[in-house]
Each structure stands twice: as structure tokens, then as C-alpha cells.
């Protein structure tokens, strides 16, 4: 703050900054702060790292119904971070370039992959179907292409619809309070937006993609978190995630065998 109970420069530029990207890769703003740091002659310090800037400006916006969190992509564990609004309902938060029709689509995606985690393409456009008024399969395909683009969902390389990094952001807390059963990581138990869930139909256990690759890394088996003891094939995790963990699984083996201590 300034002695007059101001922002300082370089505070008002960061919020200048996210009310005009909402959303972005983390590193992005990182590489930006750098700069604006550099612009303004400001050495980094432990006052203006950007760290403690956001926390900052989180509580000078906080009464605005305002504030600038971080996510981490389950699909690419990159970082991304975003201006939410923390008061506004459900469309508010994303009413911005959709039409009331699109809203309606996308509520109607996200109890759709509430219930199942995701959906295949073919289905995501057959919603059309359900929304009131008349939407075409175009005009869906057309928004589901914009609401990927923007993050809101996913689209995977063989078609599936889930959660994008922007809905685990900002529609958490909405999600959790409008569905009554809203399914949990096993491992971190905070609501599985996009999950893979155990392949035995009575057990419960569902992990973030993020969980999964930490857990299972870590372990010699890929062996349900719950407790079930199935175990959690390629087929249940997918292919890419499978790899990653393989690799992982290599990579702390060799450590131990060259008497490296690996934390786990």
C-alpha cells in the first residue's frame, strides 16, 4: 500500500492485467510480472515477489467479490490462473460472450459429466436435443468448440467431454452445493470434477488424474487407493496417464537402485 492507503503501481497493474485475461497459463502471468517489474525499475524483493502480490491484492478485492486463484490441469499438470468472482451465481461467472441458450447447453453439459465424469462427443452434441426453444446440432457443436477454447471443458484425442482447468477453478464450489452427490478423490478428497474411477462397480474409488499420477508413481502397483485391491489397468487409466506413471515408476526404481534417496 501507498501512504495514502492506495495500491501501489505495480499492484493496479496486476489487477489491471487479470481483469483483462481472466484466465491464463501461470507462467504466462510469471513471465509478464517479470516484466512489469522491470518496466517500473523494481528490484524483486520478498515485498514484490509475486507470491505476496497476489495475496495483496486478494484481500484489497476480496470485498468486491473478487479473486485470483490457481489450478493445476489434471490432463497436463500445468498451472493456470484466473480472476473469479466469488459472489456472482452460476452464469455470471461466464456469461461473458455466451448467449442464454449456450448456458443453458453447458448447464446441461456439466450435470451430464457431474454423473458420468464424461461424456463422448457424439452425446455432448446430441444435448441439442434437450435445450429448450430449439438449438441445433451446429450451434452445439459451435459451443462446444468455444467452451474447450476457453477451458471450461476438455476435449480428449478420442472425443471425450469432460471438466476443463477453468471449471475445476471456478464452478467447484457451485458444483458441490447444487448436486447432492458429487463424487470425491479417494486420494486428496476434494470433488472429482474430472476423474478415473475404479473398474470394480461396487467400489467407490475415483481419484484426480493429478492424484492417480502421484499415487500410483509411487507405488510398485497400480492397485485400487480404496482398498479394493482391483487393479487399475491401462484401460482404466487411459493410455498417456499409464505411460507417465510407468515412467515414473522407472525412473525412482533406477534412483533407488543407484542408492538415491527419492521422497515419496
Known sequence: MNADGGLQTHLKAVIQFMLARRFLPHAELVAWYAKLLATLGLPETQETA??????????????????????????????????????????????????????????????????????????????????????????????????????????????????????????????????????????????ALRSVHCPTRQCSGRTHLRCARAWFSTKDESLCPMGCNATWTMTTLGGKLSREIDAARRERQRAQANNVHVVE
Open 50 to 191: 509475486l507470491g505476496p502480490v497476489l495475496v495483496q491484492i486478494n484481500s484489497a478485492i476480496d470485498n468486491c467479490g473478487l479473486r485470483i486463484e490457481s489450478v493445476i490441469a489434471d490432463e497436463s499438470s500445468d498451472k493456470y490462473t484466473g480472476l473469479i468472482n466469488t459472489n456472482a451465481d452460476q452464469v455470471a461467472r461466464f456469461a461473458t460472450g455466451y448467449r442464454e441458450k449456450q448456458l443453458v447447453y453447458f448447464r446441461t453439459i456439466i450435470e451430464k459429466c457431474v454423473q458420468s465424469s464424461s461424456i463422448s462427443g457424439i452425446d455432448a452434441l446430441n444435448v441439442a436435443e434437450e435445450i429448450p426453444g430449439g438449438f441445433t446440432k451446429k450451434e452445439a457443436g459451435e459451443t462446444l468448440t468455444q467452451l474447450v477454447d476457453d477451458h471450461w471443458l476438455h476435449r480428449s484425442d478420442d472425443g471425450e467431454i469432460s471438466f476443463g482447468v477453468r471449471s475445476s477453478l471456478e464452478l467447484g464450489a457451485y458444483i458441490e452445493e447444487r448436486f447432492e452427490e458429487v463424487p470425491m478423490c479417494t486420494v486428496c478428497q476434494s470433488a
